[in-house]
């Protein structure tokens, strides 16, 4: 030790010697190496400032939050909901359809805006004209034409005709069109009359599929057609072109056969005529030989009379005579007079060529009458009377000669032309109009107004589309040509001149032949006339112009008639074929006679079976007909009824078939005269009616009965059953063959008469018998009216009652009504508007429904009435067949008809009740089941239009809707609560979660808003074909349930309740969600559909109380901003029944580098802060490394800056690496659709919820919905993460602050105050607490605020920052809780407001003074700034500037350094070591750890042995792997100084002016030597006062004892000696002790005022330094 002291005190004599000189320059390199820290603290600071500022902006930029919040303020405004905590799920539906309201709006008519497609043209009572004018005029719209043909007659004793007519109803509906899909009429038309017809004109219908909907016609009463009214008019052009030219050519044709007749009348001689005409003219000559006698007496007069004189006036002359009757022989062909040639009547014949050509050699006189009349008495012609006789013979062939003239002027005259109105040619024209009209009118009715009656042109032929129909056929008849020009030929045959004295046969049929040519040429000329096509192309068809003759041809083609037409669609017709129907159905009052038989009635569906003979019915009760064989010669039947044969070939076989054909249909097929239809109805009717037991009690009263088995003969049942069913089916031949070998014969014929009395008796007592049946009949038809009206009124009542009772407990069941009150009674004065107006729109929809269902539930009901109505009707045709049975038995018992007339009778009554059975039957089963039959039908157009967009939904006013609303929710099912002694108050509570489907489409349930009562069919079909179970690959039927089988064909479970109802809600599996039950509201819904679909979905029980989440999410695009908005809102169903709402709104972007200059910059920022973050890590590394080469790498991390330092780097480079993921991995791959197609349809009536391919769409949107839920929650955590880097840089910020004294006030003041604050915070915390616990428990129960402990901390916060709101909810609580709430209140303000907290304020306060008073006056950091600023600039200026005009900062640097000598590195490393030297006070003594290590040592000498218990423990220790014994050795001591140091040291205050002030009068070597010398005297002082108390121990053991008792208040002294000898010791001890520390405590204060003489020397040294430094500035002169 003493050579290195002396070594010690030699370098310490070499540094006193220095010269003062070098003692200068090293403080003035002191001075310089701190103001370059200072200078690179300021450097530091400013660029960490530099790059804060650099990640704050580049974080603005990407977040924008001003942008963001703009879309987030309008998306809250309207989705947000209004509470945080809701009591029903009424209150839920509410906030959705709030939603639904505000964003499904539709867009506004008027604003001058078309917005295709979801404005478009007006048309009915949709559309938006203001905006986009009329269909009509933006498109090529079809007309159509509905004409409805109805006849609501029907069978009494079923539904009455008005209640038909009332219930039925119809209405035009689309299926698939670009526009609305409303109904065209806004209601159902009703018909106003029980049979009529209705016609409706459509000029604005759209294009696309539409559907014609009748609604509850149960028995096709109408008939109808949808008709295109373009197609419609071209074939009605055509018709009326045919008939008109048709009617025209029948009356031409008339004409010209009555012109030509005429004309060949008059080219016929004077005795041809007379035997072809004038024979037949006169009844006289009608009698046997009278022609003869007449025509010879005229033609012998002609022959013998000339010359012979007679008195007669009116006969002068023989030849005059001849000249007359000659006007038809031509003078050229004289000698042939039987040519046709006309004679001039001027000419006259020569009477010797006339005898020449006629008379002959046997021309003599003969006989003349004897009377005027009797050609039989005949007297011969002699002298006497010759010349009357040849007066008279001569006068008559005048009277044929006038008649021969009359018969062509009738001809051409009254036949032809008649009065021009109703006889004559014209009538043949009327005729084939009627009779087109007739015909048309009984099959094709639409035709006929716009034919005979619609037309109203008068303008044939400029305008024959538009011209009347008479018009155009007297254009026909007159031709074009002609009625323009004077028609000549027909103005010669005018009624005067025909009629005209002058007149003679050879005019006459001159003209007829030039009339006839005429016509000709009129026929010809009108059948090339042009027919114009009414249109050149419409749709698929092409019409070019034709002629009338090429119309004409083609409908005779097509078996056109003067009465009849084809059907317009006819494939015959050609060119003229035009199908104008689009849809056609059939119907009328007799429909369900024959309407699905095969459903309905099957035994009265027949097939045609051939009979043997041919039947003509008679009045003969004893041949009731008359029968031939259809086989062979075709042989009449002979006999009568008395005979066998008769029977069995005849009269059976024809009667059978008039039963048959009377109730049996078999549509029209069968041939009349060698077929009938027959069915099994008719199989159950014995053919052999005279065997019938019903008229076999007829025959048992009649008082003859040998007569009466005599008149009806016997017959074999087998024989007239072969005859019957020989042809029919194989299994009736089988049941024959049974019969027969059963044994079944029947009896043989008979004979017997009843002939001409039998007929005669029949002839005059059958009309008394039949008006006595009739009146039966009537009287039986009265009581059945009279029954019939009672059993209505009965039933109107109970339906009635039926109907107030469902509605009673319909209002009684629905508390819809009730929870709005209830709702409405927490703000009854705020609300009262709000809920009344709501009580009534729901009390009017409720109306509304309930209208509705009670009218659909009296068709319902009417319908199941039909069944009792028709056994009604059967037990009243049964008494009425049963009356005129027993009038039959009473007029045979009194002879008023005989027994064959009462078997006639009974025939027909037997026929009667079957067709009135069948009536009756038929009339009670309706034939359309469904209450709705649509009949579909698609309207074409060549610019037909097709819209697939999206609608533009928009939240706000740009933030649009992307494809629609989410909705999901998960349920749980019911189960068994745990047994409980309440479980008799209720039993079941929630269980397991639940993927059962539940819910019920309201659109089949009554009551409902949603309820469609025309998909309420009896039958229970309709429903099948929206929930097809036959799709599903294993349906389940046939379940039991409650001991009874539930869910049969076609209801399977999986889509039927118990009840046979479908399920609305089903499950379907998604990505990344739990199993539950989503909803998706398409973007393309209308308002009004959207409301509806609201309404679908709230009355489906969507959210009911099994449902445990319900989760709302949606997604907006905001354009102008390129920014997506995320909404998602939760609502979480608790047991205690409330709804706890949690929302989720956030926004983002996906397009982050457009190109625009806000994305460059940023782009460019985002890349230098990278940089940045990046050298911040190689910095860190950089200073690990050296650490880890120090060994220093644990003190390094163990530094609370380092590690702030670190974690604040790992979470920038986190930032950095999130950010990036975020562009690579989702922005830049990021999409989503428009619009998704969800379902199947959105205008279906039932099963909206129907996925369209397999849910393929609703898959996609979840896909897409959960990527931007992965985008938010990874933006949530980047922001969050840059959140707490913010803070992390705040920090570090403040400790690179620290160096300066004025801005490190506020980090010393804290790190002065932590210890108190933590030990603050201990005891605030434990009451803070105490407080939120105790105002959990007191009032959690009724306050909001306290209802769970979270948020009790929250309110208690809430309290201490002075938001004292909840005291007015303590204040309202009632009994002791309002006690306990102001104890509350008030103890915790002034508790915790008004003492701790003013605590917290005070320590903070008195830290902050005490660091103000240590830190020194200083200047102000600008002024510092300024001064380093400015020496920089002179450094620089020196540096660079010109000759000697300053020092460089780095060259000064380096000379001061060089001047005052360098400190080696064991100096260097002492310093460093002395400034970071903890030192422990004991009795205001500090000891450091070597020290401490000796004071161990000594102590450790004299420790007293280790006492029994101590002893036990080790021992304990020992046996677990422990040491034995706790004697420790240097290495512990050491341990447990160091970490005695450390934990209860405190680092010694050093200063660097002490340390340059000491270490220039000796260096530190030299302070420490001294300092430790005092310590030693302490000790040695110690020691003797130990030594001198007498103690045990001595030596330097007691002497470190002693120091060790004094210092550490041990207990002095060792051994084994007196308690009372050490007691007294020990005190001495202590004594001592106290004088050695007063002692060092006078070395303290003499070195404290050493010191302050170093800090005088200090603050010289500094004035010299200043001075030297002015010097070395000031330039040389």
């Given at each position: 030790?003493?050579?290195?002291?002396?070594?010690e005190?030699?370098?310490l004599?070499?540094?006193?010697?220095?010269?003062?000189?070098?003692?200068?320059?090293?403080?003035?390199?002191?001075?310089?190496?701190?103001?370059?820290?200072?200078?690179?603290?300021?450097?530091?600071?400013?660029g960490?400032?530099?790059?804060?500022?650099?990640?704050?902006?580049?974080?603005?930029?990407?977040?924008?939050?001003?942008?963001?919040?703009?879309?987030?303020?309008?998306?809250?405004?309207?989705?947000?909901?209004?509470?945080?905590?809701?009591?029903?799920?009424n209150?839920?539906?509410?906030?959705?359809?709030?939603?639904?309201?505000?964003?499904?709006?539709?867009?506004?008519?008027?604003?001058g805006?078309?917005?295709?497609?979801?404005?478009?043209?007006?048309?009915?009572?949709?559309?938006?004209?203001?905006?986009?004018?009329?269909?009509?005029?933006?498109?090529?719209?079809?007309?159509?034409?509905?004409?409805?043909?109805?006849?609501?007659?029907?069978?009494?004793?079923?539904?009455?005709?008005?209640d038909?007519?009332?219930?039925?109803?119809?209405?035009?509906?689309?299926?698939?069109?670009?526009?609305?899909?409303?109904?065209?009429?806004?209601?159902?038309?009703?018909?106003?009359?029980?049979?009529?017809?209705?016609?409706?004109?459509?000029?604005?219908?759209?294009p696309?599929?539409?559907?014609?909907?009748?609604?509850r016609?149960?028995?096709?009463?109408?008939?109808?057609?949808?008709?295109?009214?373009?197609?419609?008019?071209?074939?009605?052009?055509?018709?009326?072109?045919?008939?008109?030219?048709?009617?025209?050519?029948?009356?031409?044709?008339?004409?010209?056969?009555?012109?030509?007749n005429?004309?060949?009348?008059t080219?016929?001689?004077?005795?041809?005529f007379?035997?072809?005409?004038?024979r037949n003219s006169?009844?006289?000559?009608?009698?046997?030989?009278?022609?003869?006698?007449?025509?010879?007496?005229?033609?012998?007069?002609?022959?013998?009379?000339?010359?012979i004189?007679?008195?007669?006036?009116?006969?002068?002359?023989?030849?005059?005579?001849?000249?007359?009757?000659?006007?038809?022989?031509?003078?050229?062909?004289?000698?042939?007079?039987?040519?046709?040639?006309?004679?001039?009547?001027?000419?006259?014949?020569?009477y010797?060529?006339?005898?020449?050509?006629?008379?002959?050699?046997?021309?003599?006189?003969?006989?003349?009458?004897?009377?005027?009349?009797?050609?039989?008495?005949?007297i011969?012609?002699?002298?006497?009377?010759?010349?009357?006789?040849?007066?008279?013979?001569?006068?008559?062939?005048?009277?044929?000669r006038?008649?021969?003239?009359?018969v062509?002027?009738?001809?051409?005259i009254?036949?032809?032309?008649?009065?021009?109105?109703?006889?004559?040619?014209?009538?043949?024209?009327?005729?084939?109009?009627?009779?087109?009209?007739?015909?048309?009118?009984?099959?094709?009715?639409?035709?006929?107004?716009?034919?005979?009656?619609?037309p109203?042109?008068?303008?044939?032929?400029?305008?024959?589309?538009?011209?009347?129909?008479?018009?155009?056929?007297?254009?026909?008849v007159?031709?074009?040509?002609?009625?323009?020009?004077?028609?000549r030929?027909?103005l010669?045959?005018?009624?005067?001149?025909?009629?005209?004295?002058?007149?003679?046969?050879?005019?006459?049929?001159?003209?007829?032949?030039?009339?006839?040519a005429?016509v000709?040429?009129q026929?010809?000329?009108?059948?090339?006339?042009?027919?114009?096509?009414?249109w050149?192309?419409?749709?698929n068809?092409?019409?070019?112009?034709?002629?009338?003759?090429?119309?004409?041809?083609?409908f005779?083609?097509?078996?056109?008639?003067?009465?009849?037409?084809?059907?317009?669609?006819?494939?015959?017709?050609?060119?003229?074929s035009?199908?104008?129907?689009?849809?056609?159905?059939?119907?009328?009052?007799?429909?369900?006679?024959?309407?699905?038989?095969?459903?309905?009635?099957?035994?009265?569906?027949?097939?045609?079976?051939?009979?043997?003979?041919?039947?003509?019915?008679?009045?003969?009760?004893?041949?009731?007909?008359?029968c031939a064989?259809?086989?062979?010669?075709?042989?009449?039947?002979?006999?009568?009824m008395?005979?066998?044969?008769?029977?069995?070939d005849?009269?059976i076989?024809?009667?059978?078939?008039?039963?048959?054909?009377?109730?049996?249909e078999?549509?029209?097929?069968?041939?009349?005269?060698?077929?009938?239809?027959?069915c099994?109805?008719?199989?159950?009717?014995?053919s052999?009616?005279?065997?019938?037991?019903?008229?076999?009690s007829?025959?048992s009263?009649?008082?003859?009965?040998?007569?009466?088995?005599?008149?009806i003969?016997?017959?074999?049942?087998?024989?007239?059953?072969?005859?019957?069913?020989?042809?029919?089916?194989?299994?009736?031949?089988?049941?024959?063959?049974?019969?027969?070998?059963?044994?079944?014969e029947?009896?043989?014929?008979?004979?017997?008469?009843g002939?001409?009395?039998?007929?005669?008796?029949l002839?005059?007592?059958?009309?008394?018998?039949?008006?006595?049946l009739a009146?039966?009949?009537?009287?039986?038809?009265?009581?059945?009216?009279?029954?019939?009206?009672?059993?209505?009124?009965?039933?109107?009542?109970?339906?009635?009652?039926?109907?107030?009772?469902?509605l009673?407990?319909?209002?009684?069941n629905?508390d819809?009504?009730?929870?709005?009150?209830?709702?409405?009674?927490?703000?009854?004065q705020a609300?009262q508007?709000?809920?009344?107006?709501?009580?009534?729109?729901?009390?009017?929809?409720?109306?509304?429904?309930l209208?509705?269902?009670?009218?659909?539930?009296a068709?319902?009901?009417?319908?199941?009435?039909?069944?009792?109505?028709?056994l009604?009707a059967?037990?009243?045709?049964?008494?009425?067949?049963?009356?005129?049975?027993?009038?039959?038995k009473?007029?045979?018992?009194?002879?008023?008809?005989t027994?064959?007339?009462?078997?006639?009778?009974?025939?027909?009554?037997?026929?009667?009740?079957?067709?009135?059975?069948?009536?009756?039957?038929?009339a009670?089963?309706?034939?359309?089941?469904?209450?709705?039959?649509?009949?579909?039908?698609?309207?074409?157009?060549?610019?037909?239009?097709?819209?697939?967009?999206?609608r533009?939904?928009?939240?706000?006013?740009?933030?649009?809707?992307?494809?629609?609303?989410?909705?999901?929710?998960?349920?749980?099912?019911?189960?068994t609560?745990a047994?409980?002694?309440?479980?008799?108050?209720?039993?079941?509570?929630?269980?397991?979660?639940?993927?059962?489907?539940?819910?019920?489409?309201?659109?089949?349930?009554?009551?409902?808003?949603?309820?469609?009562?025309?998909?309420?069919?009896?039958?229970?079909?309709?429903?099948?074909?929206?929930?097809?179970?036959?799709?599903?690959?294993?349906?389940?039927?046939?379940?039991?349930?409650?001991?009874?089988?539930?869910?049969?064909?076609p209801?399977?479970?999986?889509?039927?309740n118990?009840?046979?109802?479908?399920?609305?809600?089903?499950?379907?599996?998604?990505?990344?969600?739990?199993?539950?039950?989503?909803?998706?509201?398409?973007?393309?819904?209308?308002?009004?559909?959207?409301?509806?679909?609201?309404?679908?979905?709230?009355?489906?029980?969507?959210?009911?109380?099994?449902?445990?989440?319900?989760?709302?999410?949606?997604?907006?695009?905001?354009a102008?901003?390129k920014?997506?908005?995320?909404?998602e809102?939760?609502?979480?169903?608790?047991?205690?029944?409330?709804?706890?709402?949690?929302?989720?709104?956030?926004?983002?972007r996906?397009?982050?580098?457009?190109g625009?200059?806000?994305?460059r910059?940023?782009?460019?920022?985002?890349?230098?802060?990278?940089?940045?973050?990046?050298?911040?890590w190689?910095?860190?590394?950089?200073?690990?490394l050296?650490?880890?080469?120090?060994?220093?790498?644990?003190?390094?991390?163990?530094?609370?800056?380092?590690?702030?330092?670190?974690?604040?780097?790992?979470?920038?480079?986190?930032?950095?690496?999130?950010?990036?993921?975020?562009i690579?991995?989702?922005?830049n791959?990021?999409?989503?659709?428009?619009?998704?197609?969800?379902?199947?349809?959105?205008?279906?009536?039932?099963n909206?919820?129907?996925?369209?391919?397999?849910?393929?769409?609703?898959?996609?949107?979840?896909?897409?919905?959960?990527?931007?839920?992965?985008?938010?929650?990874?933006?949530?955590?980047?922001?969050?993460?840059?959140?707490?880097?913010?803070?992390?840089?705040?920090?570090?910020?403040?400790?690179?602050m620290?160096?300066?004294?004025?801005?490190g006030v506020?980090?010393?003041?804290?790190?002065?105050?932590?210890?108190?604050?933590?030990?603050?915070?201990?005891v605030?915390?434990?009451?803070?607490v105490?407080?939120?616990?105790?105002?959990?428990?007191?009032?959690?129960?009724?306050?909001?605020d306290?209802?769970?402990?979270?948020?009790?901390?929250?309110?208690?916060?809430?309290l201490?920052?002075?938001?004292?709101?909840?005291?007015?909810?303590?204040?309202a609580?009632?009994?002791?809780?309002?006690?306990?709430?102001?104890?509350?209140?008030?103890?915790?303000?002034?508790?915790?407001?008004?003492?701790?907290?003013?605590?917290?304020?005070?320590?903070?306060?008195d830290?902050?003074?005490?660091?103000?008073e240590?830190?020194?006056e200083?200047v102000?950091m600008?002024?510092?700034?300024?001064?380093?600023?400015?020496d920089?600039?002179?450094?620089?200026?020196?540096?660079?500037?010109?000759?000697?005009?300053?020092?460089?900062?780095?060259?000064?640097?380096?000379?001061?350094?060089?001047w005052?000598?360098?400190?080696?590195?064991?100096?260097?490393?002492?310093?460093?070591?002395?400034?970071?030297?903890?030192?422990?006070?004991?009795?205001?003594?500090?000891?450091d750890?070597?020290?401490?290590?000796?004071?161990?040592?000594?102590?450790?000498?004299?420790?007293?042995?280790?006492?029994?218990?101590?002893?036990?423990?080790?021992?304990?220790?020992?046996?677990f792997?422990?040491?034995?014994?706790?004697?420790?050795?240097?290495?512990?001591?050491?341990?447990?100084?160091?970490?005695i140091?450390?934990?209860?040291?405190?680092e010694?205050?050093?200063?660097?002016?002490?340390?340059?002030?000491?270490?220039?009068?000796?260096?530190?070597?030299?302070f420490?030597?001294?300092?430790?010398?005092?310590?030693?005297?302490?000790?040695?002082?110690?020691a003797?006062?130990?030594?001198?108390?007498?103690g045990?121990?001595?030596?330097?053991?007691?002497?470190?004892?002693?120091a060790?008792?004094?210092?550490?208040?041990?207990?002095?002294?060792?051994?084994?000696?007196?308690?009372?000898?050490?007691?007294?010791?020990?005190?001495?001890?202590?004594?001592?002790?106290?004088?050695?520390?007063?002692?060092?405590?006078?070395?303290?204060?003499?070195?404290?005022?050493?010191?302050?003489?170093?800090?005088?020397?200090?603050?010289?040294?500094?004035?010299?330094?200043?001075?030297?430094?002015?010097?070395?500035n000031?330039?040389?002169?």
């Amino acid at each position: 030790m003493k050579n290195i002291e002396s070594a010690e005190d030699r370098s310490l004599v070499k540094k006193v010697e220095t010269t003062a000189a070098q003692k200068v320059v090293q403080e003035l390199y002191n001075r310089y190496e701190k103001q370059r820290q200072r200078w690179r603290d300021y450097r530091n600071l400013f660029g960490f400032f530099g790059f804060v500022a650099l990640f704050l902006a580049t974080l603005y930029l990407q977040r924008d939050a001003r942008t963001s919040y703009g879309v987030l303020s309008t998306l809250s405004t309207v989705l947000l909901p209004s509470q945080t905590n809701y009591q029903s799920t009424n209150d839920l539906y509410n906030w959705l359809s709030g939603v639904v309201t505000s964003v499904w709006v539709d867009p506004v008519c008027g604003d001058g805006i078309c917005e295709v497609p979801f404005e478009y043209p007006s048309y009915s009572s949709f559309g938006c004209k203001a905006d986009c004018g009329l269909l009509t005029e933006a498109l090529n719209l079809s007309t159509i034409q509905i004409d409805l043909y109805f006849d609501f007659t029907h069978l009494s004793g079923s539904m009455s005709s008005s209640d038909l007519m009332s219930q039925t109803s119809w209405n035009l509906c689309p299926q698939n069109i670009a526009y609305s899909s409303n109904c065209y009429y806004s209601s159902d038309n009703t018909f106003d009359r029980i049979s009529g017809e209705q016609h409706d004109t459509l000029s604005d219908v759209p294009p696309g599929q539409w559907e014609f909907a009748l609604k509850r016609d149960i028995f096709n009463k109408v008939q109808g057609a949808v008709r295109d009214v373009t197609l419609l008019d071209a074939s009605v052009f055509y018709y009326k072109v045919y008939i008109a030219e048709a009617a025209a050519l029948a009356e031409q044709n008339f004409e010209i056969s009555l012109l030509t007749n005429a004309t060949n009348i008059t080219t016929m001689d004077f005795w041809s005529f007379a035997d072809q005409y004038v024979r037949n003219s006169n009844t006289t000559y009608s009698a046997t030989n009278a022609w003869s006698f007449y025509r010879g007496w005229a033609y012998n007069a002609t022959c013998t009379c000339n010359g012979i004189s007679f008195s007669s006036s009116n006969v002068t002359d023989v030849n005059s005579v001849l000249s007359y009757l000659n006007a038809t022989v031509s003078p050229s062909n004289i000698n042939n007079y039987a040519n046709t040639s006309f004679l001039s009547p001027s000419q006259n014949a020569d009477y010797t060529l006339y005898q020449n050509a006629y008379c002959s050699a046997s021309s003599n006189l003969q006989y003349t009458l004897s009377n005027s009349s009797d050609v039989t008495s005949l007297i011969a012609v002699n002298s006497t009377n010759q010349a009357s006789w040849c007066a008279t013979g001569l006068a008559l062939t005048q009277t044929w000669r006038s008649y021969f003239l009359s018969v062509v002027r009738s001809l051409l005259i009254d036949q032809r032309l008649g009065d021009q109105k109703t006889t004559g040619k014209i009538a043949k024209r009327n005729a084939v109009l009627s009779n087109m009209q007739t015909y048309l009118t009984s099959n094709y009715p639409e035709l006929v107004s716009p034919i005979f009656s619609d037309p109203t042109g008068t303008n044939a032929n400029g305008d024959p589309i538009n011209c009347q129909l008479s018009i155009l056929t007297q254009l026909y008849v007159d031709s074009y040509q002609l009625q323009i020009s004077p028609q000549r030929a027909a103005l010669n045959l005018t009624r005067k001149y025909v009629y005209s004295s002058t007149v003679d046969m050879i005019n006459l049929r001159q003209r007829s032949v030039a009339r006839v040519a005429e016509v000709d040429e009129q026929i010809a000329y009108v059948s090339a006339a042009v027919v114009p096509a009414p249109w050149t192309t419409y749709q698929n068809y092409t019409l070019a112009n034709s002629t009338v003759n090429n119309v004409y041809s083609a409908f005779i083609a097509a078996n056109s008639s003067n009465s009849t037409v084809p059907d317009p669609a006819a494939a015959r017709l050609d060119a003229f074929s035009i199908s104008y129907n689009l849809l056609y159905w059939q119907g009328n009052t007799t429909a369900y006679l024959v309407s699905d038989l095969i459903d309905r009635g099957p035994a009265y569906v027949g097939q045609c079976v051939a009979i043997p003979v041919s039947c003509a019915a008679t009045s003969n009760s004893s041949n009731p007909f008359t029968c031939a064989y259809l086989s062979g010669s075709q042989a009449p039947v002979t006999g009568n009824m008395s005979t066998s044969s008769y029977r069995e070939d005849c009269e059976i076989p024809c009667n059978h078939k008039l039963d048959c054909n009377a109730v049996c249909e078999c549509y029209g097929t069968c041939d009349s005269n060698t077929e009938y239809c027959e069915c099994s109805t008719c199989d159950n009717m014995d053919s052999n009616a005279a065997a019938d037991s019903q008229f076999q009690s007829i025959v048992s009263v009649v008082q003859d009965q040998a007569s009466a088995a005599a008149a009806i003969a016997s017959v074999s049942s087998l024989s007239g059953r072969r005859l019957l069913h020989q042809r029919y089916r194989r299994q009736l031949m089988r049941e024959l063959e049974e019969e027969a070998r059963s044994g079944v014969e029947g009896g043989g014929g008979g004979g017997g008469g009843g002939g001409g009395g039998s007929e005669r008796s029949l002839l005059q007592t059958t009309t008394n018998v039949t008006d006595q049946l009739a009146s039966v009949v009537t009287q039986i038809q009265a009581v059945g009216i009279q029954q019939t009206a009672i059993s209505s009124q009965m039933n109107t009542l109970k339906s009635e009652v039926d109907r107030a009772q469902q509605l009673a407990q319909a209002r009684a069941n629905d508390d819809r009504v009730l929870n709005l009150i209830a709702a409405g009674q927490a703000n009854l004065q705020a609300g009262q508007a709000v809920i009344e107006a709501k009580l009534e729109e729901i009390i009017g929809k409720q109306n509304q429904a309930l209208s509705i269902a009670q009218s659909s539930q009296a068709a319902l009901t009417a319908i199941e009435n039909l069944a009792q109505q028709q056994l009604s009707a059967l037990q009243s045709l049964e008494d009425t067949v049963n009356s005129q049975l027993s009038s039959l038995k009473t007029a045979t018992y009194q002879g008023t008809i005989t027994l064959l007339q009462a078997l006639q009778l009974w025939k027909t009554a037997r026929r009667n009740k079957a067709v009135s059975t069948k009536a009756a039957t038929l009339a009670n089963i309706p034939i359309q089941s469904n209450p709705e039959v649509d009949y579909l039908f698609t309207m074409e157009n060549v610019d037909f239009v097709t819209y697939n967009s999206s609608r533009e939904r928009d939240i706000g006013l740009t933030n649009r809707l992307v494809g629609g609303m989410f909705l999901h929710v998960t349920r749980v099912n019911e189960t068994t609560c745990a047994s409980s002694k309440f479980n008799n108050l209720q039993n079941t509570c929630t269980g397991e979660r639940s993927i059962i489907p539940y819910g019920v489409d309201p659109v089949f349930k009554m009551g409902t808003q949603s309820y469609n009562p025309s998909l309420d069919d009896p039958a229970g079909l309709i429903v099948t074909q929206y929930y097809n179970c036959s799709a599903l690959t294993n349906p389940t039927y046939n379940l039991t349930y409650l001991n009874q089988s539930v869910n049969p064909a076609p209801y399977c479970a999986e889509l039927y309740n118990h009840q046979d109802m479908p399920y609305l809600y089903h499950y379907f599996p998604l990505a990344k969600r739990k199993p539950g039950f989503p909803v998706w509201f398409d973007i393309n819904l209308s308002a009004d559909m959207a409301s509806s679909f609201m309404t679908y979905v709230q009355e489906g029980l969507y959210l009911d109380q099994y449902v445990q989440n319900f989760v709302v999410q949606l997604v907006t695009y905001n354009a102008q901003l390129k920014m997506f908005g995320f909404y998602e809102v939760t609502f979480k169903f608790t047991d205690g029944g409330s709804v706890l709402v949690n929302n989720n709104l956030f926004t983002f972007r996906t397009e982050l580098y457009t190109g625009s200059r806000h994305d460059r910059v940023r782009y460019a920022m985002e890349i230098i802060l990278f940089a940045f973050i990046g050298l911040f890590w190689v910095f860190n590394l950089h200073e690990m490394l050296r650490m880890i080469r120090k060994r220093n790498f644990l003190s390094y991390l163990l530094s609370g800056w380092n590690q702030i330092e670190i974690f604040s780097n790992l979470i920038l480079m986190a930032c950095a690496i999130m950010w990036r993921m975020y562009i690579r991995y989702h922005a830049n791959s990021f999409t989503m659709n428009v619009r998704y197609d969800v379902y199947s349809s959105l205008n279906t009536p039932a099963n909206m919820l129907a996925l369209n391919n397999g849910g393929d769409q609703l898959a996609l949107v979840n896909d897409h919905i959960n990527r931007v839920k992965e985008i938010v929650t990874l933006l949530n955590w980047y922001y969050t993460l840059n959140g707490i880097s913010i803070l992390l840089l705040l920090a570090r910020i403040l400790r690179r602050m620290d160096f300066q004294p004025r801005l490190g006030v506020v980090t010393r003041s804290l790190w002065l105050a932590g210890p108190d604050l933590i030990h603050f915070g201990i005891v605030a915390g434990m009451v803070f607490v105490g407080y939120a616990m105790m105002g959990h428990l007191l009032f959690g129960n009724a306050i909001d605020d306290f209802s769970s402990f979270g948020d009790s901390i929250n309110c208690c916060f809430q309290l201490l920052l002075g938001d004292i709101d909840v005291n007015n909810s303590l204040r309202a609580l009632g009994g002791l809780q309002s006690v306990a709430g102001a104890i509350f209140f008030w103890s915790f303000e002034l508790l915790v407001f008004m003492v701790l907290l003013n605590f917290l304020l005070a320590i903070i306060v008195d830290a902050f003074s005490e660091v103000k008073e240590r830190t020194e006056e200083t200047v102000g950091m600008h002024t510092e700034l300024f001064q380093m600023f400015r020496d920089q600039w002179r450094s620089w200026a020196g540096a660079y500037g010109r000759g000697g005009h300053g020092v460089s900062e780095a060259k000064l640097g380096a000379l001061l350094k060089q001047w005052s000598g360098e400190k080696t590195t064991e100096e260097k490393k002492e310093v460093d070591d002395l400034r970071r030297e903890k030192l422990l006070t004991i009795l205001n003594e500090d000891l450091d750890e070597a020290t401490l290590i000796e004071i161990f040592n000594e102590c450790l000498k004299d420790a007293p042995d280790m006492a029994e218990k101590e002893r036990k423990r080790f021992s304990l220790l020992k046996f677990f792997g422990g040491r034995d014994v706790p004697n420790a050795d240097q290495a512990e001591i050491a341990l447990a100084a160091h970490y005695i140091i450390d934990r209860f040291g405190q680092e010694a205050e050093y200063d660097e002016d002490l340390e340059v002030a000491q270490d220039g009068a000796g260096g530190i070597k030299a302070f420490k030597e001294r300092a430790a010398e005092r310590v030693e005297a302490a000790r040695i002082a110690a020691a003797n006062a130990a030594a001198s108390s007498g103690g045990e121990g001595g030596g330097l053991g007691g002497e470190e004892k002693a120091a060790m008792g004094a210092l550490g208040g041990g207990e002095g002294g060792g051994g084994k000696g007196n308690a009372s000898l050490r007691e007294a010791a020990l005190e001495k001890e202590r004594d001592m002790l106290a004088q050695a520390l007063e002692r060092l405590a006078e070395v303290q204060r003499e070195l404290a005022e050493g010191q302050r003489n170093l800090m005088q020397g200090q603050r010289q040294l500094a004035e010299q330094q200043s001075k030297l430094v002015q010097l070395i500035n000031e330039q040389p002169t």
